[in-house]
Structure formats: C-alpha cells, structure tokens
C-alpha cells in the first residue's frame, strides 16, 4: 500500500504562529508518522505538508486502521502545537498494487488523486458547517433585534 497524506491547517500554522511552530507541527507529525509505521514500513516528507508512507503488503482492513490513527495523531498534535486556536488535521490517499497501479508512479499518482479528493470533500464540509453557523448567528442577531418576532 502506498499512502499520500497533506496536513489541512498548516499555512494556517505557519500565518499565525510562525515558521517554528510550523516546522515543530511537521517534525511531530514525522515522528507520529513513524510511530504508526511496522518497523519495515516506510515514510518521508515529499516536500511542503505531504508526506508518504510505503507500506509493502498491508491489506485495506489494517490500512483503515492506520489512516484513523494517523487522524487521531494529527488532532493531537495540533493541540499541542496551537491548542484550539487552529484546527489541523489529515488529508490521506491511499493506493494498493497491483489493483491501483502496477509501478511507483501509478501508485502515487493513484494516492495523491484520492488525498485530493479527501482535501475537497474536507474542505466542503468545513464550508457547509461555516454557512450553517452563520444562519445560526444571523438568527440569533434577528432575535436579539426583535425578540417578539
């Protein structure tokens, strides 16, 4: 299995906390990355906030695993980094050979099309929970305004 994951949040980081806090959130989130690796598995930093695990005959069921751990992890982590001030999580893609690819090159391509499209959909969730809570402030501001209405 190949994974390809992007940390959502980071430029956030980096805007409002500084590149050292930045880099501290990716040296965490390298180790994390590790951690959750088999002790034959593989990850590096592609560059920016990806990252990538290689990890040789891992079946989907403990790949799931994995990706949820990774999620967990990288809540922690941006706790610990900013506390509540930014909310920073994973955007993870998978592939498996040979049904996905059958060389390096498929397989990342592969991982990286279906982190982009976990990014996409996190991103119109985060923006379809921000609309709802406008409409909720609005109603409120209204009520505050007219409260016999």
Do not use: W
């Given at each position: 299995?190949?994974?390809?994951?992007?940390?959502?949040?980071?430029?956030?980081?980096?805007?409002?906390?500084?590149?050292?806090?930045?880099?501290?959130?990716?040296?965490?989130?390298?180790?994390?990355?590790?951690?959750?690796?088999?002790?034959?598995?593989?990850?590096?930093?592609?560059?920016?906030?990806?990252?990538?695990?290689?990890?040789?005959?891992?079946?989907?069921?403990?790949?799931?695993?994995?990706?949820?751990?990774l999620?967990?992890?990288?809540?922690?982590?941006?706790?610990?980094?900013?506390?509540?001030?930014?909310?920073?999580?994973?955007?993870?893609?998978?592939?498996?050979?040979?049904?996905?690819?059958?060389?390096?090159?498929?397989?990342?391509?592969?991982?990286?099309?279906?982190?982009?499209?976990?990014?996409?959909?996190?991103?119109v969730k985060?923006?379809?929970?921000?609309?709802?809570?406008r409409?909720?402030?609005?109603?409120?501001?209204?009520?505050?305004?007219?409260?016999?209405?």
């Amino acid at each position: 299995a190949v994974f390809v994951s992007d940390l959502n949040g980071f430029k956030q980081v980096n805007d409002r906390f500084g590149h050292i806090q930045g880099n501290r959130l990716l040296k965490i989130f390298a180790a994390a990355l590790k951690e959750a690796c088999r002790e034959y598995d593989y990850s590096a930093r592609m560059g920016g906030d990806e990252f990538v695990i290689v990890a040789p005959g891992l079946h989907e069921d403990a790949a799931a695993e994995m990706v949820h751990r990774l999620e967990i992890i990288i809540g922690q982590v941006g706790q610990v980094v900013c506390g509540d001030a930014i909310a920073v999580s994973v955007s993870i893609g998978h592939a498996f050979y040979p049904a996905d690819g059958s060389n390096t090159e498929q397989l990342l391509a592969e991982a990286d099309r279906r982190m982009y499209n976990v990014k996409n959909s996190h991103y119109v969730k985060m923006a379809e929970r921000h609309t709802t809570l406008r409409i909720y402030k609005l109603r409120f501001l209204i009520h505050q305004a007219h409260p016999n209405r």
